[in-house]
């Protein structure tokens, strides 16, 4: 996949409000393949249901969004499932992790649709991340913070044409920020991939082509 398109796109639950000036919303804007986006918000104009658009949670929105001039409203379950397994990784801002399962196995169930990684460089990407030692912990004895960077590790763990990371470091200080950039920036490079992230203060710490305001 080489170009998201949004044409003019609007969630519904803004319809009939007055208009607000946002750089994506009512816009016609092409993201593609290859750069970095940053799109900065304020709280509750809409950057987290733009995440579940793109991804296909959600279809509540006006407008039209499209792959490679594909309209996303066509697809099909199938591909859907194809394209979340190759080319769309998805970082969701409440993480979605299975609190009764270890670190280790909630990555696992990604990894072993993808394949993508080796046992040991998943061990190593806990050690970057700086908690080696939470391997088997459950999910539901580990800070927010060590939740999110297993979360960061299980979007890792896939081929991706577009990152799609919904504040990807907001429960993190800023020397985790920069190791979480560089990992996010090496993998998008090795695969040619985007990157876009949101944030409404704490920036995934990036050199961005596109900034955007919504």
């Not at 803004?14 to 804007?29: D, H, I, T």
């Not at 991804?55 to 594909?70: E, V």
């Not at 397994?85 to 998805?90: D, E, F, G, H, P």
């Amino acid at each position: 996949m080489q170009k998201i398109n949004l044409h003019n796109a609007l969630p519904a639950v803004f319809a009939g409000r007055e208009p607000v000036p946002s750089q994506v919303w009512q816009c016609s804007l092409t993201m593609e393949r290859g750069k970095h986006y940053l799109i900065v918000a304020d709280s509750g104009t809409g950057k987290s249901s733009l995440c579940s658009y793109i991804y296909g949670y959600r279809r509540d929105y006006s407008g039209s969004i499209d792959f490679d001039g594909r309209d996303i409203g066509n697809i099909s379950i199938a591909h859907w499932c194809e394209l979340r397994k190759t080319s769309l990784a998805y970082l969701p801002q409440e993480m979605r992790l299975f609190p009764e399962l270890s670190a280790l196995e909630n990555i696992q169930l990604k990894n072993q649709l993808t394949h993508h990684k080796s046992e040991r460089e998943i061990l190593d990407l806990f050690d970057t991340l700086g908690i080696p030692d939470k391997v088997n912990s459950p999910v539901a004895r580990l800070s927010i913070g060590q939740q999110q960077r297993v979360a960061i590790i299980r979007t890792l763990c896939q081929p991706a044409d577009f990152y799609l990371l919904d504040e990807p470091v907001s429960h993190l200080d800023a020397a985790n920020n920069a190791i979480v950039a560089r990992l996010f920036a090496d993998e998008a490079t090795r695969q040619g991939a985007a990157i876009i992230a949101t944030s409404v203060g704490n920036h995934l710490a990036l050199d961005y082509d596109v900034e955007l305001k919504l």
